[in-house]
């Protein structure tokens, strides 16, 4: 007699092998246990998912107007006309309190090829539009931005920290940027110039580049980009973009943005293509032939290898990087726009702007006046969530950055600085440092040297208008600087050849602010770049110089004579 376990594929004989009948029976039941064990663990990583899908911000009431910018719990990081993405997929977290918020997944370097390929091609169709059809489309890019500037403002505050004011007011840079390019959409142009040959005419050409790299930083995630992308388009350019890696759900909801307008258009989504990712992508950006002009914002260190990797292929580079920016107070300045001059400027954005001001020279006859009423205006700044509009300053960007404070700070002890106010982590969920002064600092201190992206004010006390110009050009970086006086000839000498050596020279007014109407950029280790407004369009353009014989003669340079 013959008995079979069908269910698992067991045949035994139980009269002539006993034996195997136990084997065979404990391998079952190893069998079945193995296979609960999986369904266990299976369960509980499902359960685990879940839940730290449920714990993302996205998913909570107070949140949910994130899904009016077309946001969801894992989000893709790729659009090139159609959305998608193979890359890894990273978290995305708020720096008010370090929870997630929602995810991205990214590009990896078949996605960047794929999308430059489309991009390449988009052009042939935007680059035939004319300038001020262009400039339509762009109009109402902005447009489109107007209607979702709250709900973006408030992502920027989630996203990357700033008070909301500032993260409203960071969308209307892109709003107004894109105002500006449609008028200038009707003016670019070159000159005719005379010719000295009769019979001709000698003129400039301003053709569009092709494809624009941008790479943009995590402190201005939006407006950087659209300074860049409203007069790429308008000067018939194609862009691809990568945001900065911590705030990609920025990136994600202002393409999509911009994508419905090019799609409401009937043009190729991929004129406007996104590829979120980190130092793979912006190395492949740098290192491709195919990249016509790359512009890069962000650190000083970052940007040198950049621009190598950029020179080595003789293209184009665009650079905005660090700045260590100097505000000077003279013995005549009107100290009722000083202080809050220097409080805006050194704690705004919590010092993590590039036109932050880091170093405070006063005249040592108003030095001991000045400091007092800075402090005290200090300690009255309102610290808390950006997303409530009675905040003036909130967190960090990142814990990383709230290291750097602290380092900063010490290294300031050490070299003979006395901490006059703040110094400390805030303890509090997320990334609160106190807004600092640190006085006693010689002006020549390494750390004073050092660009720390961090609300630090060194304060220093100068004794001339010599020493002061001086003391301002010393650093590496040239950005921006700015004086407090009513003497005009110090006004003129200020801007002057032996004035301030940065891109930015303000008097009475701070460091930071500045119009999109003007150039926007600084010299030395800033990079040179000019982006915004002025003549900046011409970055994103490569230019011909023309000469047309409409005579029937040929008269040839230098006088030569063929006989």
Not at 111 to 126: F, G, L, P, R, S
Request: neutral net charge; contains cysteine.
């Amino acid at each position: 007699m013959q008995w079979a376990l069908f269910s698992e594929g067991l045949c035994w004989d139980w009269i002539r092998s006993p034996i195997r009948l136990i084997l065979n029976m404990l391998s079952l039941k190893i069998r079945l246990c193995t296979r609960l064990a999986f369904r266990d663990k299976f369960l509980y990583y499902s359960y685990k998912q879940k839940a730290a899908m449920s714990s993302l911000l996205i998913n909570q009431p107070r949140y949910s107007w994130l899904k009016d910018l077309g946001l969801k719990e894992e989000n893709n990081g790729v659009y090139n006309g159609s959305w998608g993405g193979r890359g890894e997929v990273i978290v995305s977290y708020c720096p008010a309190n370090n929870e997630p918020i929602a995810k991205v997944r990214q590009a990896n370097l078949e996605d960047y090829e794929e999308t430059v390929k489309k991009a390449k091609e988009a052009w042939k169709i935007w680059a035939d539009i004319p300038a001020p059809k262009r400039g339509e489309v762009v109009r109402q890019i902005g447009d489109a931005l107007r209607k979702k500037i709250k709900v973006l403002g408030s992502l920027i505050s989630l996203e990357m920290g700033k008070i909301h004011v500032e993260g409203i007011g960071e969308v209307q840079e892109y709003v107004d940027i894109c105002d500006y390019a449609v008028g200038l959409s009707r003016m670019i142009g070159g000159p005719v110039l005379p010719s000295e040959r009769p019979g001709h005419a000698l003129i400039e050409q301003w053709n569009p580049l092709g494809l624009v790299g941008v790479i943009t930083a995590f402190n201005f995630p939006v407006a950087v980009y659209g300074w860049n992308n409203a007069l790429a388009l308008i000067c018939g350019n194609v862009c691809i973009w990568k945001g900065a890696p911590t705030t990609p759900l920025l990136s994600v909801a202002v393409t999509k943005i911009v994508s419905e307008v090019l799609e409401e258009n009937q043009l190729p989504g991929a004129i406007c293509s996104l590829t979120c990712g980190g130092a793979d992508i912006g190395t492949a950006l740098a290192k491709d032939e195919r990249i016509d002009l790359l512009s890069f914002t962000g650190s000083t260190q970052v940007g040198k290898k950049v621009a190598l990797m950029v020179q080595e292929r003789f293209g184009r580079k665009l650079l905005e990087l660090g700045g260590n920016n100097a505000i000077i107070v003279f013995e005549d300045a009107d100290l009722s726009l000083v202080i809050p001059s220097v409080v805006f400027a050194a704690v705004g954005t919590a010092g993590q702007r590039c036109t932050t001001t880091r170093r405070l020279l006063l005249h040592e006859s108003v030095h001991d006046e000045v400091v007092p009423k800075l402090i005290n205006a200090y300690k009255q700044l309102r610290i808390g969530d950006p997303l409530d509009g009675n905040t003036l300053y909130g967190p960090l960007h990142s814990k990383q950055s709230v290291e750097m404070y602290k380092a900063a700070v010490e290294q300031a002890k050490q070299q003979g600085g006395t901490i006059a106010c703040g110094g400390k982590v805030i303890d509090r969920p997320g990334n609160f440092v106190e807004p600092t002064i640190v006085t006693g600092l010689s002006h020549d201190a390494q750390i004073v040297h050092t660009e720390t992206f961090a609300p630090i004010l060194y304060v220093l006390k100068f004794k001339s208008e010599e020493e002061a110009f001086a003391w301002n050009n010393e650093v590496y970086q040239g950005l921006s600087s700015s004086i407090f006086t009513k003497d005009m000839g110090r006004v003129f000498r200020w801007l002057g050849p032996k004035g301030s050596d940065c891109g930015i020279v303000n008097v009475n007014i701070p460091t930071s602010g500045a119009e999109i109407g003007g150039a926007f950029g600084g010299e030395k280790h800033t990079g040179g770049g000019r982006e915004s407004g002025s003549d900046s369009w011409k970055h994103y353009m490569r230019r011909s110089t023309c000469t047309i014989n409409y005579s029937k003669d040929l008269p040839l340079a230098q006088g030569i004579k063929f006989e």
